[in-house]
């Protein structure tokens, strides 16, 4: 295997990045456009997946890709992956708390959500006794468990995030990096492991990074797993989240300071709390059925290494249809999230097609049920069409700026993988900085559809524009990133706008096409940095690469 070091990787980038205007066709943006009016449009109902809708996405993206130049790279000489999922449709949802003659109703979407991925006709839980586990966390290699008592049949009580979020300086779990112990997910995943019966986890919009509509509007939904053998082993029976008044009033009740309690939560000393008195009611009757959805996948096959892939990423789906916001609108368009990566990845099929054949082969994957929890993703790369061992990098788009261009290239994970140093000086040939900890306390890294490909060895590259805005008006485009944040982010109004400028997204996407055109001509297989964990994982298939 050919490698290069560290000043190598650094003085290819420069070179190419010093010929970008060169070998970057012109991206069009009235493309960029239509793509995601028509994907976002209401007549696709928001994008959920085992719907009427998802033949809708896959009919459009395949005419598109085959408009393009690409040809059908999924199973059987078609354009998809089947994705064969469990869903979970929940009902009659009814619950509350108790501390003594103090009951607080937990109305489904208002106080709390609660729902379940095991396979069942439904739940009922009573009198079950509630015990505070802090972080919910259990990391022997940092000398860290939350889990100092058995929490098997109760229900655990857990804070979002992880325990550096509030002090940073601690340092214990990376400082202001989320790990993936900071995770939703991960958090659900202990409580299995721990057998307990259900998991409310404590919502705080900062430590979350978003409010308590998009909790209730991603939850009030059906919800998706992947078929597993032993689901009781890896799912609980209630996964719910709490809005933080209502856990405040609960600690209060049971004699205790819902702060101080966090505060004692940040240390490896911290002692899990049965909340005295406490216990929860909570019922709903659960429709499982097994559905099928599917990857989109397509392909430009290299010309001289075609078992080489260099992949591009995102997801085509979105929520569906929910309840109803204060305007009536139940569709959840998923504009920006994500018809823009989506849109993104066909603009970059048309451009890879449009010059002359690279050696190796470009793989397109427009992945299903990211907002499952990355099960499309996770699919594909434990059943990957083409071998993971000689895919060699890929670039995940998820979400892309359409308010303009911007100071700096943020770069998710960065310090993994030498695919970081390759697109830094590309984004310098545009005249942005970077920033490599863009989204870190939010956990972003483990929130798209590249981290499954990544804890599997793959180096992969997730890339968003970030910093300032740089053209006037500054204060429409600070005002409108706001209100996404706030009002739009998985809501009814992420909806298509004629106004948007697309400029900062083609710059982003002249990174990711730039960096890559090396590879895709190149020998270059990009290594991950010592210290990272997904660097094992690699290291076993070193051999079959050359």
């Known amino acids: ?38 994907l976002s449009d209401d007549s696709f109902e928001g994008r959920g997946i085992a719907t009427p809708a998802e033949q809708k996405v896959i009919d459009y993206l395949s005419q598109q890709y085959a408009a393009a130049g690409f040809a059908p790279g999924g199973e059987n000489g078609g354009w998809t992956q089947a994705v064969g999922l469990n869903r979970f449709t929940v009902s009659n949802v009814s619950g509350q708390i108790k501390v003594g003659d103090w009951t607080q109703p937990l109305v489904q979407g208002q106080q709390a959500t609660m729902t379940t991925r095991l396979p069942g006709e439904g739940v009922d839980l009573r009198g079950k006794p509630l015990v505070f586990v802090g972080y919910g966390t259990n990391a022997p290699e940092r000398g860290w468990n939350d889990f100092k008592t058995d929490v098997r049949g109760k229900v655990i009580v857990v804070l979002v995030n992880d325990a550096d979020f509030e002090e940073p300086a601690l340092n214990t779990f990376g400082g202001e990096a989320m790990t993936y112990y900071g995770r939703w997910t991960y958090k659900y995943e202990e409580a299995a492991r721990q057998g307990a019966a259900g998991v409310l986890i404590v919502h705080e919009t900062k430590p979350a990074s978003y409010g308590w509509t998009t909790v209730a509007n991603s939850w009030s939904v059906p919800q998706f797993d992947i078929v597993r053998q032993n689901p009781s082993a890896e799912r609980v029976p209630m996964e719910a989240w709490i809005q933080r008044d209502v856990a405040v009033d609960l600690f209060r009740h049971a004699g205790l300071d819902f702060e101080q309690e966090k505060i004692k939560a940040r240390s490896r000393d911290f002692q899990p709390v049965e909340l005295k008195g406490a216990t929860i009611d909570a019922s709903f009757d659960v429709k499982t059925d097994q559905i099928t959805t599917h990857n989109v996948v397509a392909k430009l096959e290299g010309a001289t290494y075609p078992n080489e892939t260099i992949l591009y990423t995102g997801h085509w789906d979105h929520i569906g249809m929910g309840e109803p916001d204060a305007s009536g609108d139940r569709i959840f368009n998923g504009a920006v999230d994500n018809a823009s990566g989506t849109a993104g990845l066909l603009e970059l099929a048309r451009h890879w097609s449009a010059g002359k054949r ?105 890339l968003s524009s970030t910093g300032d805005y740089i053209d006037e008006p500054i204060a429409p485009r600070l005002a409108a990133a706001a209100e996404y944040g706030a009002k739009r982010y998985h809501q009814a109004a992420d909806e298509w706008e004629p106004t948007w400028d697309y400029r900062g997204m083609i710059q982003d996407l002249e990174v990711v096409y730039d960096a890559g055109q090396a590879l895709a001509n190149s020998r270059d297989w990009p290594q991950w940095k010592t210290g990272s964990e997904f660097g094992p994982a690699r290291a076993v298939s070193a051999d079959q690469r050359n």
């Open 358 to 462: 690279p050696e190796r082969t470009i793989v397109m994957i427009s992945f299903t049920a990211e907002e499952s929890g990355l099960l499309g993703s996770e699919f594909y790369a434990a059943n990957p069409l083409y071998p993971l061992e000689t895919t060699v990098a890929g670039f995940n788009l998820d979400a892309m700026g359409v308010l303009g261009r911007m100071s700096k290239l943020g770069v998710t994970g960065y310090g993994h993988s030498e695919l970081d140093e390759r697109v830094i000086p590309l984004a310098a040939a545009q005249g942005r900085g970077f920033e490599g900890n863009a989204g870190v306390g939010a956990g972003i890294y483990f929130r798209s559809d590249h981290f499954p490909l990544a804890k599997r060895g793959v180096p992969m590259a997730y």
């Open 1 to 38: 295997m050919r490698l290069m070091s560290s000043a190598a990787v650094l003085l290819f980038a420069a070179a190419l990045a010093s010929n970008v205007g060169a070998q970057t066709p012109d991206f069009d943006a009235a493309r960029i456009s239509n793509d995601i009016k028509v």
